[in-house]
């Protein structure tokens, strides 16, 4: 299952059925769960633990030095949880000791090709990023967003879960769950309905999440007294949760 083209290093541990590309490099402190594939020519750089029946493609950067003129050579990691799909030319950076130190992606995410995951980020499960997608350091993105082709992500922001975010975003404060937003800069333009049918939110969770988004974007409340409306919304519609908890540890506030 190996190429006998490919860099193996001999501190590395490859579970059974792991397979690996000619030309590709697997380096040392690398763990990967079996029935994981590495492709030709990519890079997997340690520390990094890959779990299961994960695919990387060929020319991939997984588990480099981050970005950061700060980095002096510390030990810090990268976790793949998963079933994740990483792409073509696609570069994902391990963490930096003036955050905790790892970059973590949870299962059953997509990443397309040219996408970037810089260090201390923090991607959830089941998300998106289409092609060229890139996210600065210590950005969270959380269940099942997507991240449309060429978006920016500013560094620290958060994207909630189930949002959507257009082709060429510019991102620069966090996005709430359940939202669309596009533009440079971003705007909101409604609720991911389409995204919530196909997941199997019900006819009336989708209706309070409509609701909640009218008392942000459309009531002229201001943002805390619309919070305020929302936590009484979601006092007997449990759905709203993930957008009341983003709304009350926002650091950057939200796109509006």
């Not at 520390?47 to 588990?63: E, H, K, L, Y």
């Not at 994740?84 to 990443?111: A, K, P, W, Y």
């Not at 201001?222 to 409306?229: G, I, K, N, S």
Request: proline share 4%.
């Amino acid at each position: 299952m190996i190429d006998p083209r490919a860099v193996v290093d001999p501190a590395s541990e490859l579970d059974e059925g792991v397979s690996v590309g000619p030309f590709a490099i697997v380096g040392a402190g690398v763990c990967i769960g079996r029935g994981t594939r590495i492709g030709p020519h990519a890079l997997i750089k340690g520390p990094t633990r890959i779990g299961v029946d994960n695919q990387i493609f060929q020319f991939a950067s997984v588990g480099e030095d981050p970005q950061d003129k700060k980095y002096g050579g510390e030990t810090t990691r990268l976790e793949i949880g998963d079933r994740n799909v990483i792409r073509e030319c696609s570069t994902v950076h391990r963490g930096t000791v003036q955050d905790r130190g790892v970059t973590r992606i949870g299962d059953d995410n997509l990443l397309m090709a040219y996408t970037h995951v810089a260090h201390d980020c923090e991607i959830a499960d089941h998300s998106i990023l289409a092609n060229a997608a890139s996210l600065g350091g210590h950005v969270r993105i959380e269940d099942w967003a997507i991240l449309g082709g060429f978006s920016i992500v500013h560094q620290f922001c958060r994207i909630g879960a189930h949002s959507f975010c257009g082709m060429g975003s510019v991102i620069s404060k966090d996005v709430p769950a359940y939202v669309m937003v596009s533009g440079h800069p971003a705007h909101a333009h409604g609720i991911n309905a389409e995204g919530l049918r196909r997941r199997g939110y019900s006819v009336e969770s989708i209706q309070q999440i409509r609701r909640a988004y009218k008392l942000i974007y459309k009531s002229g409340f201001a943002l805390a007294d619309a919070l305020e409306r929302i936590r009484d919304l979601a006092a007997e519609s449990p759905e709203l949760a993930p957008l009341v908890e983003l709304l009350e540890t926002s650091e950057r506030s939200i796109i509006r």
